[in-house]
């Protein structure tokens, strides 16, 4: 019963996800965890918003932040591999 009450949290956060509102897609996405801490699904869509809504919340010019990334990386091996240079 458990297990059915997290699939309805990470389904929440999902469609909370699709509306853009992060805020209440983590909500969902933790309480998911909670419930059903050894799903690896609800840990891995937790751990994809944590990263966006990270990046929207501390990011004030993204396209700024990429830039950079790029920049850093074009120089070395790691630009080719992981960016597709």
Known sequence: MVWMQAVVEKDLGNTAYK?????????????????D???????????GEF???FFILYCDNASLCC???????SGGALAFGLLKI
């Open 19 to 35: 509306k853009k509102d992060f805020e209440t897609a983590m909500k969902h996405y933790n309480k998911a965890v909670d419930l």
């Open 51 to 53: 990263s966006l809504y």
């Open 67 to 73: 830039c950079d990334t790029i920049d850093l990386a």
């Open 37 to 47: 801490s050894t799903n690896i699904i609800f840990r891995n869509n937790r751990a």
